[in-house]
């Protein structure tokens, strides 16, 4: 059984930073894709940054810049987030595909706020 656990979401002012981070327990071994999704009240999920087992990374054009994403292990993903904006508010999820299944976390609330 694979889990999810994310963990570093919270409030942060407009320009600030946070950082997520994403734990995959389970047994994974090979190629995998591990990213990001986020959700706003009343919007459908959308795509944030994926990257690969092997290091490489995708990115929506409205993170471009701001968001990095990044490997610490073979299960293991982070999101540094730098310029956050109201926008940017919503429930964070990190996911795992592996072998054609994706895997979800619990999500992370992110707020944005003065």
């Known amino acids: 059984q694979v889990q999810l656990v994310e963990s570093g979401g919270g409030l942060v002012q407009p320009g600030g930073s946070l950082r997520l981070s994403c734990a995959a327990s389970g047994v994974i071994f090979g190629s995998n894709v591990m990213g990001w999704y986020r959700q706003a009240p009343g919007k459908e999920r959308e795509l944030v940054a994926t990257t690969t087992s092997g290091g490489t990374t995708n990115y929506a054009d409205f993170v471009k810049g701001r968001f990095t994403i990044s490997r610490t292990g073979f299960k293991n993903t982070v999101l540094q987030m730098n310029s956050l904006e109201s926008d940017d508010t919503a429930v964070y999820y990190c996911?795992?595909?592996?072998?054609?299944?994706?895997?979800w976390g619990q999500g992370t609330q992110v707020t944005v706020s003065s």
């Open positions: 996911y795992i595909n592996w072998r054609g299944s994706q895997y």
